[in-house]
């Protein structure tokens, strides 16, 4: 029965995860952008929905894990199509990176510019390493 309830927890709890995501990429506009440069902006929303579909598929995926047995023909489509969806991650994450060099001028911060970045770059390093050491 308990492992019923963690089921549906796991479940529940990436389902609100992964919705973030899904917000997160539409924000950054990724979906947009894409429905720009191929001109299917009509389309728009099967994108969105099938990107939180995807989401959604991976989310059950990992709480209850599948194998495929694909063959080199199915790992090269699988790998070509992470490989745009990182490329897509990079180039928008790579845009907000721009928003820092607005907020520092915004803000008037001339000083202490490297610290702040040093920060969030241990920070980040400091979280993945509890992540892989402890488990979290």
Known sequence: MTQIVL???GLCFGAVIASGVVAFIISLG???????ITRTAGHIILYENAAILGALAGN???????QLRLSWAGLLVFGAFAGIFLGSWIVALGEVVDIYSILF???GLKKGVPLVI???ALGKTAGSLLFFVKGW
């Open 30 to 36: 990724i979906v947009p952008r894409y429905a720009g």
């Open 118 to 120: 040093l920060s969030m």
């Open 105 to 107: 001028r915004r803000t």
């Open 60 to 66: 059950c995926l990992t709480v209850f894990p599948l």
């Open 7 to 9: 089921g549906l927890l």
